[in-house]
């Protein structure tokens, strides 16, 4: 069964629009959730996790268990967040990545 | 530091032929994780390590992958009899895991990942 879903493979935002890039997960226990980032070049990396609860570079995120979704939201986007979204949760003995959004972000 | 590495970055094999990767984690972390990345895909969960145990084998693809780890460290993942839809970016990562009992609740750090090709 599908973990995680994206249903967006691409998006392009102009710059200074907000943005948001969308993640619904099943899960039948309390999930945790994450977001990855892979910018040109560069290594998949940590964005953010629910648990945190925290904002990283403007970005934010935050679980709706009512929809089961963990939506990544930024109100201004810049040039510099053009990269490659994975949406992530972890669950028992096996972490579930979505099929990831490549963001671009117009200038 | 170092982060983590892989070896080799690429590896071009012929269908029937096995192929031996290798993944260098960060020097102290405990957990360790292979994926797998096929072209158009997200990444695939093939198998986690808690020191040189893993848990659950369940998301490696067949039987003629199979991976181990040694002395907490080095982690090698080997796909026996090559067949053409093994070709992808495989990835590991390492992270410190904490005392939540769950997997990947700290961050995972990736390698490059290694870029195989079955001719």
């Known amino acids: 069964a599908q973990r995680v879903t994206q249903p967006e493979k691409l998006l392009s935002v102009f710059k200074g629009a907000p943005v948001e890039l969308k993640c619904n997960y099943s899960y039948s226990g309390s999930p945790e959730l994450f977001w990855y980032v892979q910018y040109s070049r560069q290594r998949l990396q940590l964005l953010l996790r629910?648990?945190s609860r925290e904002s990283i570079k403007g970005f934010t995120a935050d679980l709706n268990k009512g929809e089961t979704s963990f939506h990544l939201k930024k109100p201004f986007a810049q040039e510099e967040d053009s990269a490659m979204y994975y949406c992530?949760?972890?669950?028992?003995?096996?972490?579930?990545f979505g099929t990831g959004t490549s963001l671009t972000v117009i200038p | 530091g170092a982060g983590v590495s892989q070896s080799p970055s690429n590896k071009v094999t012929e269908k029937g032929k096995d192929v031996e990767l290798r993944c260098d984690p960060i020097?102290?972390?405990?957990?360790l994780y292979w994926y797998r990345q096929s072209l158009g895909q997200g990444l695939e969960f093939l198998i986690y390590?808690?020191?040189?145990?893993?848990?659950?084998k369940s998301g490696l693809p067949s039987d003629r992958f199979s991976a181990e780890r040694t002395g907490g460290s080095v982690s090698t993942l080997t796909i026996q009899r090559t067949q053409q839809e093994d070709s992808a970016v495989y990835l590991c990562?390492?992270?410190?895991?904490?005392?939540?009992?769950?997997?990947?609740?700290?961050?995972?750090?990736f390698g490059p990942g290694t870029r195989l090709t079955v001719l």
């Open positions: 020097s102290g972390h405990t957990a």
């Open positions: 992530a949760l972890s669950g028992g003995n096996q972490f579930y």
């Open positions: 990562a390492s992270s410190l895991e904490g005392t939540s009992g769950r997997i990947g609740t700290d961050t995972q750090y």
């Open positions: 390590f808690q020191g040189n145990s893993a848990p659950d």
């Open positions: 629910h648990i």
